[in-house]
């Protein structure tokens, strides 16, 4: 068999399993799901690559942790992704912003702003908690936003998350290259607003310190702030129990736009980097440490490796 073929027939028997989990969980309700999903990931997650991972970012982010602290911590982490997998079907079952509503919300007058006002934003958070209902808290409110995302590797398994997100009114866009630079900068100079991630590495970013160690990190989203003297919009989200969160958007950052781009770029990096710590800080079992944030190289002058 040619590698080619192998390859192809990898990403069937993934998408089969990926789809057979999908089914299974849809058919469940809202908690239900997002308790199976909890209990599948504290199992499954231990056993893996990203679970070694995580332990290292952690000690790396906390070097005065302890044995059972990071047990009990990872143990935590895999029950909170676990249930965003479960609950990641049912999004459109969340009710925001109605009696039933599954998040409370802090600073509803901030993101009103960029509601039928052609005010442009750029909204940036991290993978807290459950980081899907941000991006569908921003769109059902009335907010003219696309949400950048990087695909799945399996096309199959990327056009049903696609679908999952347009189900609760959320209109992806993943940027490729210059071509999707500009089309970003067409939506913020039409009044629009994107939203992106900027807590994880990104290979071409800026180098800035992120819990005392040096990692790249995404300047795109100042990058475009500078351009169109924009909003960095910031949002949170934290897991109160269950399927139970609370939202919060803060008072935007704005950057210095009489500085040069570099350095007034630089800065905002320095800040978004900050607050990111100070997110995770709040409620650390709820951010996405199985992501390799940090270089290897900074794992082993740290000395957190086994």
Not at 119 to 137: L, R, T, Y
Not at 195 to 207: F, I, L, P, R, S
Request: charged share 25%; hydrophobic share 45%.
């Amino acid at each position: 068999m040619t590698a080619g073929r192998r390859q192809s027939l990898f990403k069937r028997v993934e998408s089969w399993a990926f789809h057979a989990y999908w089914n299974r969980i849809s058919a469940m309700s809202l908690d239900e799901a997002s308790n199976a999903g909890a209990r599948f990931a504290r199992t499954l997650g231990p056993i893996t690559s990203a679970h070694k991972t995580a332990r290292y970012n952690m000690r790396l982010a906390f070097p005065r942790i302890t044995p059972q602290e990071e047990r009990e911590m990872l143990d935590a982490m895999w029950d909170n992704l676990g249930r965003v997998v479960g609950e990641f079907p049912h999004l459109a079952s969340m009710g925001l912003f109605t009696p039933e509503s599954r998040a409370d919300f802090d600073g509803l007058d901030i993101l009103d702003r960029y509601v039928g006002t052609g005010q442009a934003g750029v909204f940036i958070s991290g993978h807290f908690a459950n980081w899907e209902v941000m991006p569908a808290a921003i769109v059902r409110r009335g907010v003219d936003c696309r949400v950048t995302y990087r695909p799945a590797n399996n096309i199959w398994v990327d056009d049903t998350i696609v679908q999952a997100r347009a189900d609760y009114g959320v209109r992806l866009f993943a940027p490729k290259g210059p071509s999707g630079g500009v089309s970003l900068m067409r939506i913020l100079a039409k009044g629009g607003s994107v939203a992106m991630m900027n807590d994880q590495k990104y290979e071409t970013g800026v180098e800035a310190p992120f819990f005392g160690h040096m990692c790249k990190t995404a300047d795109g989203p100042s990058r475009l702030a500078y351009r169109f003297k924009a909003p960095l919009q910031t949002m949170t989200v934290k897991r109160l129990g269950g399927v139970k969160f609370k939202v919060e958007v803060q008072e935007p950052m704005m950057m210095d736009f009489d500085a040069s781009v570099d350095d007034a770029v630089h800065a905002s990096v320095l800040r978004i980097n900050r607050f990111m710590e100070e997110t995770i800080l709040k409620a650390p079992e709820q951010w996405f440490w199985v992501h390799a944030r940090w270089p290897k190289k900074a794992w082993m002058d740290a000395g957190v490796m086994d």
